[in-house]
Nanobody, 122 residues
Framework: QVQLVESGGGLVQAGGSLRLSCAAS????????MGWFRQAPGKDREFVAG????????RYAYSVKGRFTISRNNAKNTVYLQMNSLRPEDTAVYYC???????????????WGQGTQVTVSS
């Protein structure tokens, strides 16, 4: 079965950094556009970042642009989200997401992991 397992979350102070990892099993990520979403309590899940299956094109939510970087290592079947200059409003559960096979649409995702908690203290 397909599994996406997020890790790397935790508690950090404002201004700090974290790197999230999304390790996949049961699927080879090299042919899939991948993304990161987040959801804070009482709020809708929102798009954070995406990277095309070809590994080139990326897209970011305006709120994180310049602070977060999405990347992938296909040899490790893993996607990353480097988060710098973290703010309390970044506090949320972060989810890894998979798009369609060889679909370069960076807005459409159809499979999610279980999430990892990121908490940023003020």
């Amino acid at each position: 079965q397909v599994q996406l397992v997020e890790s790397g979350g935790g508690l950090v102070q404002a201004g700090g950094s974290l790197r999230l990892s999304c390790a996949a099993s049961g699927v080879t990520l090299s042919s899939f556009t991948m993304g990161w979403f987040r959801q804070a309590p009482g709020k809708d899940r929102e798009f954070v970042a995406g990277i095309a299956w070809s590994g080139g094109t990326t897209r970011y939510a305006y709120s994180v642009k310049g602070r977060f970087t999405i990347s992938r290592n296909n040899a490790k079947n893993t996607v990353y989200l480097q988060m710098n200059s973290l703010r309390p409003e970044d506090t949320a559960v972060y989810y890894c997401a998979k798009g369609r096979w060889r679909d370069d649409d960076l807005r459409q995702y159809f499979y999610w992991g279980q999430g990892t908690q990121v908490t940023v203290s003020s």
